[in-house]
């Protein structure tokens, strides 16, 4: 049965490929965006899928803008099945170069875009006692690198945000689910629309994966959102658990590498365009579309993601293994 799915940030990057993903699997799709090129672009491509599509220009830090967006998706679409929270911006360089009121903005449409949606959508899932909300993540909600302190910090609210509301609705015995998906880096138009004051062209750190990658990892998530979390990518399980055991020294070797490991060596254009303000893809924009510039390096599958989504098959075929082995074991020495 088709279900009705809203994605922010759809006009680009991970948001795009989501978009595409669950269209093949024939929901009815709700795409959110400022960028009005994208959105388009978006919505046709799920067209040609075969999905039913409502888009809605909207700006994720206006509360009241994105109430009347879930408003307009239950009466145009119906009651809402999953909600997918993608949309943000953010600022390369370092702390000392941000103001004050690009901070702000980050945060407010990073972060507390999350928060307005998940606000707006909340209460009519709850009052049916069902849905599904799926935060976007990364990596770097547990761990900051230098020059993305803006976004590291929206991460890291939203992980906290995610831990405490899962809280709420366990206690509650609610049918409601939330769930996040902790992202690698991955080849998103990001890198050249993100404001940035780097000297060089930024870059994702490698490895770098597809944003396809992410998107499945995305819907499979709404799936089976029982899970408080999912890591994709082998890069961030071992990024996390580096974090786990050793914060300090990760903290020394990003220090130094950090800085040359998220520029590309070319030196940035003047006229690369930022989408803190305002859309890279205004009306008459550029349709960036969901990958990026780092095509010839990126990898369009996850072993570790193949692993984490069939984890009690593969569990229970290792101890079956384990078991067999033991049993083998057992006859040799009766024999």
């Given at each position: 049965?088709?279900?009705?799915?809203a994605?922010?940030?759809?006009?680009?990057?991970?948001?795009?490929?989501?978009?595409?993903?669950?269209?093949?699997?024939?929901?009815?799709l709700a795409?959110?965006?400022?960028?009005?090129?994208?959105?388009?672009?978006?919505?046709?491509?799920?067209?040609?899928?075969?999905?039913?599509?409502l888009?809605?220009?909207?700006d994720?830090?206006?509360?009241?803008?994105?109430?009347?967006?879930?408003?307009?998706?239950?009466?145009?679409?119906?009651?809402?099945?999953?909600?997918?929270?993608?949309?943000?911006?953010?600022?390369?360089?370092?702390?000392?170069?941000?103001?004050?009121?690009e901070?702000?903005?980050?945060?407010e449409?990073s972060?507390?875009?999350?928060?307005?949606?998940?606000?707006?959508?909340?209460?009519?899932?709850?009052?049916?006692?069902?849905?599904?909300?799926?935060?976007?993540?990364?990596?770097?909600?547990?761990?900051?690198?230098?020059?993305?302190?803006?976004?590291?910090?929206?991460?890291?609210?939203?992980?906290?945000?995610?831990?405490?509301?899962?809280?709420?609705?366990?206690?509650?015995?609610?049918?409601?689910?939330?769930?996040?998906?902790?992202?690698?880096?991955?080849?998103?138009?990001?890198?050249?629309?993100?404001?940035?004051?780097?000297?060089?062209?930024?870059?994702?750190?490698?490895p770098?994966?597809?944003?396809?990658?992410?998107?499945?990892?995305?819907?499979?998530?709404?799936?089976?959102?029982?899970?408080?979390?999912?890591?994709?990518?082998?890069?961030?399980?071992?990024?996390?658990?580096?974090?786990?055991?050793?914060?300090?020294?990760?903290?020394?070797?990003?220090?130094?590498?950090?800085?040359?490991?998220?520029?590309?060596?070319a030196?940035?254009?003047?006229?690369?365009?930022?989408?803190?303000?305002?859309?890279?893809?205004?009306?008459?924009?550029?349709?960036?579309?969901?990958?990026?510039?780092?095509?010839?390096?990126?990898?369009?599958?996850?072993?570790?993601?193949?692993?984490?989504?069939?984890?009690?098959?593969?569990?229970?075929?290792?101890?079956?293994?384990?078991?067999?082995?033991?049993?083998?074991?057992?006859?040799?020495?009766?024999?």
């Open positions: 049965m088709a279900r009705v799915v994605i922010t940030g759809a006009s680009g990057g991970i948001g795009r490929a989501t978009a595409q993903e669950f269209a093949r699997r024939g929901d009815r795409l959110l965006a400022r960028g009005e090129t994208g959105l388009a672009g978006a919505e046709a491509e799920a067209r040609e899928l075969g999905a039913e599509v888009t809605i220009p909207v994720m830090a206006d509360a009241d803008a994105v109430a009347a967006a879930v408003e307009r998706i239950e009466t145009e679409l119906g009651p809402i099945d999953v909600w997918v929270n993608v949309a943000f911006t953010s600022v390369f360089a370092r702390f000392e170069e941000i103001t004050a009121a901070y702000r903005r980050a945060t449409v972060y507390l875009g999350y928060v307005y949606a998940t606000m707006a959508v909340l209460p009519r899932m709850r009052s049916r006692d069902r849905g599904t909300i799926v935060h976007c993540g990364s990596a770097l909600a547990y761990r900051g690198i230098p020059l993305q302190t803006a976004y590291c910090g929206a991460k890291h609210a939203i992980q906290g945000f995610h831990e405490s509301l899962r809280c709420e609705l366990l206690h509650e015995h609610s049918n409601v689910h939330v769930t996040m998906v902790q992202m690698p880096a991955l080849n998103t138009p990001q890198f050249s629309w993100v404001l940035s004051r780097l000297p060089e062209h930024a870059q994702p750190v490698p770098i994966y597809q944003p396809e990658v992410a998107a499945r990892a995305l819907a499979y998530a709404a799936d089976h959102p029982r899970r408080r979390e999912y890591w994709v990518g082998a890069s961030t399980v071992l990024t996390l658990a580096a974090n786990a055991v050793a914060p300090g020294l990760l903290d020394r070797y990003l220090g130094r590498t950090g800085f040359d490991s998220q520029q590309t060596g030196l940035r254009t003047d006229d690369q365009p930022a989408n803190l303000w305002e859309p890279a893809d205004g009306p008459d924009g550029h349709d960036f579309g969901a990958r990026g510039a780092f095509d010839d390096v990126a990898h369009t599958a996850s072993p570790q993601q193949w692993v984490a989504h069939r984890y009690p098959q593969v569990s229970a075929g290792a101890a079956a293994l384990v078991g067999l082995g033991l049993l083998v074991r057992g006859w040799g020495r009766r024999r």
